[in-house]
């Protein structure tokens, strides 16, 4: 361990020590503030969730002391907070620990899940946890983040988040060391969550590799990856209200052209297109959408007409 902290540069490492102990601090008062706790919370997801300014990546990456790789900038040039505390808390989980505690003590508070999966999804899956029932509970508490803070990002249409959703894909989903770290069950969840988020965060070009991992579900024999995919992008769609989102799900969904779907998969996605085809309710898709979700049809259902 000791090897660990030494290998992180002293100013680098004393300041995400102090960011740290900032986060316990704010922790700490919102446990022993019922009445504020909600904002607080809120507080410090904002907090952790900021773009880090150059004079704080000055000092975290130490540009004075060696050369700086693209990668450690993170997701498309974009590094946060939460990027290099999720790293600083798997070389030195030491200083987590006490976050953990506090925010464990938090768990069922609004926003307690959205730092947890922000702050510790790297950490989950390098610790060793011989508790199944502390693992069951973590592991549903990053999923239930992720899916909070992905659904952020949709209703913003910015991709803040990016880091996190291509971890779980990339270093977990596709890496069956990590992925059976898990429980099954919260690797099912974990398969469903990445199912509606994929066409968002750009990443079908590895969609062929994700629908391989896929995880054993009861009902494997009547049902499989591809329907599982998409009866989850068919509900997802039908939840999204922001156009530029839709937009960009019916352009990505050429994807599925040529791919083996159930008859009831087939209709339920089918159904679902068609919901975007006409003005009006319960959808009110405008007319972008209108000719997108058409453009969707004749692509995948050639031969389909209206019902």
Not at 137 to 145: D, E, N
Not at 213 to 236: M, R, S, Y
Request: proline share 5%.
């Amino acid at each position: 361990m000791q090897q660990q902290e030494t290998s992180l540069r002293p100013r680098s490492s004393a300041y995400l020590n102090a960011l740290s102990q900032e986060i316990e601090k704010k922790l700490q008062r919102a446990l022993a503030s019922s009445s504020q706790r909600r904002n607080l919370l809120q507080e410090l997801f904002a907090d952790i969730a900021l773009e880090v300014d150059d004079r704080a990546k000055d000092i975290i990456l130490c540009r004075e002391e060696y050369v700086i790789s693209p990668a450690e900038y993170g997701t498309n040039g974009r590094l946060c907070f939460y990027d290099v505390l999720a790293d600083y808390y798997v070389r030195v989980p030491e200083s987590g620990n006490p976050i953990l505690d506090l925010i464990v003590q938090l768990w069922c508070q609004s926003f307690a899940s959205h730092i947890f999966a922000l702050l510790f999804h790297k950490w989950l899956f390098d610790v060793q946890l011989d508790n199944a029932d502390v693992l069951l509970r973590y592991s549903s508490a990053l999923v239930q983040g992720a899916t909070n803070v992905f659904w952020i990002d949709i209703q913003s249409n910015t991709r803040r988040f990016q880091s996190l959703f291509q971890y779980l894909l990339d270093e977990v989903a596709l890496e069956l060391t990590r992925l059976n770290k898990i429980p099954v069950q919260a690797q099912r969840d974990l398969y469903l969550l990445l199912s509606r988020f994929i066409f968002f965060y750009n990443s079908v070009e590895k969609l062929e590799s994700f629908l391989k991992h896929c995880p054993t579900f009861p009902n494997t024999f009547l049902i499989g990856p591809v329907d599982i995919l998409v009866i989850e992008l068919a509900d997802q769609l039908q939840k999204l209200k922001v156009e530029p989102v839709l937009l960009h799900y019916l352009s990505q969904i050429k994807v599925l052209q040529g791919m083996e779907l159930r008859m009831a998969t087939s209709t339920r996605l089918k159904t679902c297109l068609y919901s975007f085809t006409s003005p009006g309710g319960p959808m009110y898709p405008t007319r972008a959408v209108r000719h997108a979700a058409w453009d969707a049809l004749d692509l995948l259902f050639p031969v389909s007409t209206p019902f």
